[in-house]
Nanobody
Framework: VQLQASGGGSVQVGGSLRLSCAASGVILSVFWQYNMGWYRQAPGKEREFVADITDSGPPNYADFVKGRFTITRDNARKRVYLQMNGLEPEDTAVYYC?????????WGQGTEVTVSS
């Protein structure tokens, strides 16, 4: 399984971005079994959890999301998205997609988000 993240870029404070993560090498019929998540790593800081989503149940969010971000998944397309609104300079980081299951733990390559004031 490989994860390809995209959608990062540079925006001003208050702007929005939509990140996308596409999974390849996984059979469509089993993609739903993967827990899909987004993490981020700011310069000089450790990687931290942002949000994740399973096929059932409500998504989980880090407290700093404050209702600004929304994670969704499209099992038919084997994709997970992170809609980010109200971006702040503190959101500047490389955002990574992650998939986990009972037998795997995979990270994508990351997409960079820069928020300027």
């Amino acid at each position: 399984v490989q994860l390809q993240a995209s959608g990062g870029g540079s925006v001003q404070v208050g702007g929005s971005l939509r990140l996308s993560c596409a999974a390849s090498g996984v059979i469509l019929s089993v993609f739903w079994q993967y827990n899909m998540g987004w993490y981020r790593q700011a310069p000089g800081k450790e990687r931290e959890f942002v949000a994740d989503i399973t096929d059932s149940g409500p998504p989980n969010y880090a407290d700093f999301v404050k209702g600004r971000f929304t994670i969704t998944r499209d099992n038919a397309r084997k994709r997970v998205y992170l809609q980010m609104n109200g971006l702040e300079p503190e959101d500047t980081a490389v955002y990574y997609c992650r998939s986990t299951s009972t037998s795997s733990n995979l990270w994508g390559q990351g997409t960079e988000v820069t928020v300027s004031s």
